[in-house]
């Protein structure tokens, strides 16, 4: 395959400050550094940084990272983007000191989501520090995943299937909530972590409808599910096992309102011999919606006395 792993996720955000207590205290990652702009960069293992969070005017995407192993991987990857019709341009010095690797490719894919490639990491070697969380799954299988939206999946699906080489692990037409239109859902991965990136059809194209991370026990899980609650960090779902990679996860919202799962366990497949298959349920347990709790009443307010006018019994 082109592409080694899902390398890292660049947020853009308008409240950046919010992100340093998430990334750290509700996912436990580790603040690597802040930039010049004020962007923050968060460790995960041993690789500069897996999550960067950018001031923006409007939350969403900044670029997704994908890993390639050598500068011959890169020269592939634009040789297919060429033969494919795909615009790219490759990063300036500044762009590659700044995301601490050695050379840079970026391409927007077909729903319009920011995308680099890139290879030679630079690590500074200084020691990972996660005192919330005894570890998480990464390295070599990456950050974790993306969810994200497309109106035309022929398209999306091509780019990551056929330009890429992404293999197709599950399919799956799920039903919406409160009654939509049914959802085509595409899962693909690119190492043996069970999918990397998952399309999903929806009317507006580009959106990342949550991000995950994989912790190394349950106890982390149920640790995070503890500190959200005692932080009064919304839960929008509820634990529960998914049926494609059998992951024990729940999720979380953001600070800007997008989705992230927090999970542990999910299978590692063998792609030489992994076979596609349809799913028909999100999950074998779990996963419940958690309703949003009812507003508090207003407490009516006494009525106003002149006391010049009050009648003494």
Same mark, same amino acid.
């Given at each position: 395959?082109?592409?080694?792993?899902l390398?890292?996720l660049?947020w853009r955000?308008?409240d950046v400050?919010?992100? &340093?207590?998430?990334?750290?205290q509700?996912?436990?990652?580790?603040?690597?550094?802040?930039?010049?702009g004020g962007?923050l960069?968060?460790?995960?293992d @041993?690789?500069?940084y897996?999550?960067?969070?950018?001031p923006?005017a409007?939350?969403?995407?900044?670029a997704?990272? /994908?890993?390639?192993s050598?500068?011959?991987?890169?020269?592939?990857?634009?040789?297919?983007?060429?033969?494919?019709?795909?615009a790219?341009?490759?990063?300036?010095?500044?762009?590659? &000191?700044?995301?601490?690797?050695?050379?840079?490719?970026?391409?927007?894919?077909?729903?319009g989501?920011?995308?680099? /490639?890139y290879c030679?990491?630079?690590?500074?070697?200084?020691?990972l520090?996660?005192?919330?969380?005894?570890?998480?799954?990464?390295?070599?299988?990456?950050?974790?995943?993306?969810?994200?939206t497309?109106?035309?999946m022929?398209?999306?699906?091509?780019?990551?299937? @056929?330009?890429?080489? /992404?293999?197709?692990?599950?399919? &799956?037409?799920?039903?919406?909530?409160?009654g939509?239109?049914s959802?085509?859902?595409?899962?693909?991965?690119?190492?043996?972590?069970?999918? =990397?990136?998952?399309?999903?059809e929806?009317?507006d194209?580009?959106?990342?409808?949550?991000?995950?991370?994989?912790?190394?026990?349950l106890?982390?899980?149920?640790?995070?599910?503890?500190?959200?609650?005692?932080?009064g960090?919304?839960i929008?779902?509820?634990?529960?096992r998914?049926?494609n @990679?059998?992951?024990?996860? /729940?999720y979380?919202?953001?600070?800007?309102?997008?989705?992230?799962?927090?999970?542990f366990?999910?299978?590692?497949?063998? =792609? =030489?011999?992994w076979?596609?298959?349809?799913?028909t349920?999100? =999950?074998?347990?779990?996963?419940?919606?958690?309703?949003a709790?009812?507003?508090?009443?207003?407490?009516a307010a006494e009525p106003?006395?002149?006391?010049a006018?009050?009648?003494?019994?």
């Amino acid at each position: 395959m082109l592409v080694r792993s899902l390398g890292y996720l660049r947020w853009r955000s308008p409240d950046v400050s919010a992100w &340093a207590t998430f990334a750290t205290q509700i996912l436990g990652m580790m603040h690597a550094r802040t930039d010049a702009g004020g962007g923050l960069y968060f460790r995960m293992d @041993d690789e500069p940084y897996r999550l960067a969070v950018v001031p923006g005017a409007e939350p969403g995407i900044d670029a997704l990272g /994908f890993q390639v192993s050598d500068s011959a991987k890169l020269d592939e990857i634009t040789v297919m983007l060429d033969r494919v019709g795909i615009a790219w341009s490759g990063g300036t010095e500044a762009e590659c &000191a700044d995301r601490r690797v050695g050379e840079l490719v970026r391409c927007d894919d077909p729903a319009g989501v920011p995308i680099e /490639f890139y290879c030679a990491p630079i690590t500074d070697h200084t020691r990972l520090v996660t005192p919330y969380v005894d570890g998480f799954i990464a390295g070599a299988l990456g950050f974790g995943h993306v969810v994200l939206t497309t109106t035309d999946m022929a398209a999306s699906a091509g780019f990551y299937r @056929d330009v890429l080489g /992404f293999q197709l692990r599950n399919t &799956a037409t799920l039903p919406s909530p409160n009654g939509a239109p049914s959802r085509t859902v595409q899962f693909y991965g690119c190492n043996p972590r069970h999918h =990397s990136v998952a399309l999903v059809e929806f009317k507006d194209p580009g959106i990342l409808r949550h991000f995950m991370v994989e912790m190394t026990t349950l106890d982390d899980v149920g640790a995070a599910i503890d500190r959200c609650q005692d932080n009064g960090v919304t839960i929008r779902e509820t634990l529960g096992r998914h049926t494609n @990679d059998l992951m024990a996860s /729940f999720y979380v919202a953001a600070p800007d309102g997008t989705n992230v799962e927090i999970g542990f366990g999910a299978q590692q497949v063998d =792609s =030489s011999t992994w076979a596609v298959h349809e799913i028909t349920a999100p =999950s074998l347990w779990g996963h419940r919606p958690v309703p949003a709790p009812p507003p508090v009443p207003e407490v009516a307010a006494e009525p106003h006395r002149d006391p010049a006018t009050a009648v003494r019994s």
